[in-house]
């Protein structure tokens, strides 16, 4: 009751909390794609310099900035309510999808300009990425620690990413 609102005004424009919980996804994934686009896609850097801006910017955004560290709503929400709600469920996957989706176009440039191995396989390493940063989220909320980000980080950028 912080923000003084009656209750019934929730449900004026929600039928259910999962209806709330959905739009509230739809909006934080909109937000990550404007993320991607402005960072993976719409800049003159390299493929490689572009995932470090954007994972570098993830940290700065979900780490330790003087308060709890939140996490990911997409890894709060897979944990907490997926598996009991097939439509969250479903909408998570998208979003997850896209995210790897974006990830990937980048890797598979990186190996276009010869910054990483022919032999690798964007799909996967994006698959990758976004799984040691999940858990590297979660291990920040249990520890309220920068430290599993910048682990993540450094160990994707200096060994996994090492053309």
Not at 28 to 56: C, D, I, M, T
Not at 83 to 108: G, S
Not at 143 to 153: A, R, T
Request: proline content about 4%; overall charge neutral.
């Amino acid at each position: 009751m912080a923000a003084k609102v009656p209750k019934g005004s929730f449900y004026h424009h929600f039928t259910t909390k999962d209806e709330f919980i959905l739009e509230v996804i739809k909006r934080y994934a909109a937000g990550e794609q404007e993320r991607w686009e402005r960072l993976l896609v719409h800049s003159n850097l390299s493929p490689l310099k572009r995932l470090r801006r954007y994972f570098k910017d993830l940290i700065a955004t979900y780490g330790v900035r003087g308060g709890p560290v939140a996490g990911c709503l997409f890894g709060n929400m897979s944990i907490e309510i997926a598996a009991q709600n097939p439509e969250i469920r479903k909408m998570l996957i998208e979003a997850f999808d896209a995210w790897e989706d974006a990830i990937a176009t980048a890797l598979r440039q990186a190996i276009e300009k010869g910054e990483l191995r022919s032999s690798d396989d964007p799909e996967k390493l994006a698959a990758l990425l976004i799984n040691g940063w999940e858990g590297a989220q979660v291990r920040s909320k249990a520890l309220q620690s920068d430290k599993p980000l910048n682990l993540f980080f450094d160990h994707a950028f200096e060994v996994l990413l090492k053309g």
